[in-house]
Structure formats: structure tokens, C-alpha cells
């Protein structure tokens, strides 16, 4: 059994990946459904799926204004189903 804590089987997106998502979420203005569209693509994209209302969750988490990319690795690494 994996313990929670064990972060060993979660993957790390690449910094460029990172700071690429990050760059669409805060360079547009978008609202919190296509903000949670644009993390979904970005998962499925990496053969990960995840619920809209999760998403739309990890979206409200990620401060846009002083979102880092460790805070962003840290939604994906919740919200992220593998496929």
C-alpha cells in the first residue's frame, strides 16, 4: 500500500510545462470553467483525467497573481487521475 506522503509514483511536469500552464491560466482573461478546461487539457494532454469540479477546485487554489510552479505541481498532483 502506498502511504500518502509517499511521492515516489507522482509525476514531476517538467518547469517549461509548468510555466507554460501557468502563462495560459494568468495571460488570458478567462473564468474559473475555462481556466478548469485549460487544466483539464493540460492533464489529458499527459494522460491524466480529471473531474470539471475538481478542476474548477485547483483553479480557485492557484493564486494567479502569485501562483508558483510548486503550487501548481501540487494541484495537479492532487487532482490528477491517471488514465
Known amino acids: 500500500m502506498i502511504e500518502p ?3 515516489s509514483y507522482i ?3 517538467t518547469h517549461n510545462d509548468l510555466m507554460m500552464l501557468h ?4 495571460g488570458s482573461k ?5 481556466a ?3 487544466v483539464a487539457n493540460f492533464l489529458s494532454g ?7 469540479h475538481e478542476a474548477r ?4 487554489r492557484i493564486d494567479s497573481t502569485r501562483c ?4 501548481i505541481q501540487a494541484e495537479l498532483e492532487r487532482v490528477a487521475r491517471v488514465m
Open 30 to 34: 478567462v473564468d474559473s470553467f475555462q
Open 11 to 13: 509525476e514531476r511536469f
Open 46 to 52: 499527459r494522460g491524466y483525467g480529471v473531474s470539471h
Open 57 to 60: 477546485q485547483a483553479v480557485a
Open 68 to 71: 508558483s510552479v510548486e503550487r
Open 23 to 26: 502563462t495560459k491560466l494568468t
Open 36 to 38: 478548469a478546461e485549460i
Open 5 to 7: 506522503t509517499d511521492t
